[in-house]
């Protein structure tokens, strides 16, 4: 079974700057037991929500995984590894040394189809002040962002959303153009 993550970061890491720790980050997935199948180019993204710090660093990635894992399972790797490059969760899309999200599973849907389109179709409004008390899968927001889906299209471009029915090529392709050239390959 294949996972796809995205990973920022707009911190140094003890003195490294977020590229470092982007590929630290990469090679710590793989120590955890997480295969790396394909891993995109880095870029250099706008910092969101607009002037909340310094522009990030991001990339995406496509992960083997044991067929038997579970969302939950990965989800607390992946938290490890964050924990391992100084991430903090003080606050809701704050700065960071690292973030690595857990973008899809496969085709799973969490915690169902109901849950999982409630939180995809949140007004803008509503996303700043909500969070999930659970994992939702596929993650809410990835057909909103350039800087998920154009390292994202690099791995996995005909990825097919089991909700909306859309590859990640055609929602990258639905996204305003001027998102889509914010985000620049380093």
Known sequence: MHALVALGANLPFRGDPPETTLARALKALSEEGLSLLAVSRFFATPCFPAGAGPDYVNAAAMLTVDAESDATAILAV?????????????TRWGMRTLDIDLLALGDSVLPDGDAQDEWRNLSPDRQIGSAPDRLILPHPRLQDRAFVLVPLAEVAPDWVHPRTGQTVAAMLAALPAADVAAVKPL
């Not at 992946?78 to 003080?90: N, S, W």
């Open 78 to 90: 992946l938290h490890r590894v964050e924990e391992r490059f100084g991430r903090r969760r003080d």
